[in-house]
């Protein structure tokens, strides 16, 4: 069942961010045109962001089509770090566009160029509502959780921005002929990508280096697993890593010989399930404490955490039989 509502998720992501790239691409080169044209800056950042911009959705459609792969005996969780991969390379390039528009503003400062703002505005004001209308087909998707779909419409939303920038000097311009306002805002849009890209920077990285999702406390975890399943003594040599959108989990677990051995990994699999939405996880049983360098380890840490609550356990389980 979640196969199928997967794929027509990731058919629905597709079409989506097709229809958002195409729209873009093609802005972005008529913001270039005419931001050469017209001498602005303005227009120049904002088409170096839907640069990136077509480049995100661009990587993203990549990325969307490597994740249906089928998993092989090479890649066993198929290609979906593609997905990852291409957001953490997406954030670098908007860095470094970024630096770039900045270079060429404080330039600007000291040489002003004449910028022609009628032109300006109405090239302006159609690249507003082309970022709209992306901005639009990227959000009405179920699939927020997507960190491409994500990435994309955060580009986007950066280059609703841009325009609104662009817009607001091309009025100045036209208004009283002060052309620094130019560069002034495209300073502005550029500090409005950094911090989307940081944020994606980081979120990807984290990723890439094997971190914990966010939503997961893997103390905590081991913690509710032994409180709550009464078999369950001790948990430790927990791992959890996240591959595309799916965590994977492994963990020890040190139990009372329950009767039903394969029910109770049942029940501990479905707690997992149910309470932390991880599907993919093994499960090691065992019955006698763990031995070895890592478990005392973790013998430290789940000691500090359970000497209150084994003895209830212990009268639970003691109850049970």
């Known amino acids: 069942m979640a196969h199928t509502h997967s794929h027509g998720a990731h058919n629905g992501n597709r079409t989506r961010l097709a229809a958002a790239f195409g729209v873009t691409a093609l802005f972005m080169i008529a913001e270039v ?15 170096g962001h839907m640069l990136t911009d077509a480049a995100a959705l661009l990587m993203a459609l990549l990325a969307v089509q ?16 593609l997905t990852t991969l291409a957001a953490f390379v997406n954030a670098i390039a908007l860095l470094v566009i970024t630096a770039l ?4 503003a404080l330039r600007r400062f000291y040489q002003p160029q004449p910028v022609a703002g009628g032109l300006m505005l109405g090239i302006a004001i159609a690249g507003l509502l082309a970022n ?3 901005f639009w087909l990227l959000h009405r998707g179920s699939e927020e959780k997507n960190l491409n779909v994500r990435a994309a419409a ?3 939303l950066g ?41 994606l920077l980081r979120e990807s990285l984290h990723e890439l280096l094997e971190g914990a999702p966010s939503g997961i406390n893997v103390d905590k975890l ?17 791992h959890v890593w996240q591959v595309g959108e799916k965590p994977v989990l492994t963990l020890h677990v040190q139990v009372i010989p329950p009767y039903d051995h394969d029910g109770l990994l049942i029940r501990i699999h479905q707690y997992l ?23 005392e380890l973790c013998a430290e840490q789940s000691s500090h955490q359970h000497s209150h609550e084994h003895l209830t356990l212990d009268g639970h389980a003691h109850h049970h039989h």
């Open 66 to 81: 490597f994740a249906q792969r089928k998993p092989s005996a090479r890649h066993t969780f198929g290609l979906l770090r």
């Open 222 to 238: 081991a913690r509710e697993l032994t409180r709550n399943i009464a078999e369950v003594r001790n948990v430790h040599h927990v």
């Open 154 to 156: 955060l580009h986007v």
């Open 101 to 104: 528009i900045v270079w060429e």
């Open 132 to 134: 709209l209308l992306s």
């Open 159 to 199: 280059d609703l921005l841009g325009s609104v920038g662009a817009i607001v000097a091309a009025i100045i311009i036209m208004l009283t002929g002060w052309t620094p306002i130019d560069p002034i805002l495209s300073l502005l849009v550029s500090l409005l990508v950094v911090r989307s890209a940081w944020s």
């Open 273 to 295: 399930h149910e309470h932390y939405q991880i599907a993919h996880a093994t499960v090691q049983m065992e019955y006698q404490p763990c031995t070895g360098h890592d478990c």
């Open 33 to 47: 045109i005419g931001g050469v044209v017209s001498g602005s800056l303005a227009l120049l950042a904002d088409a």
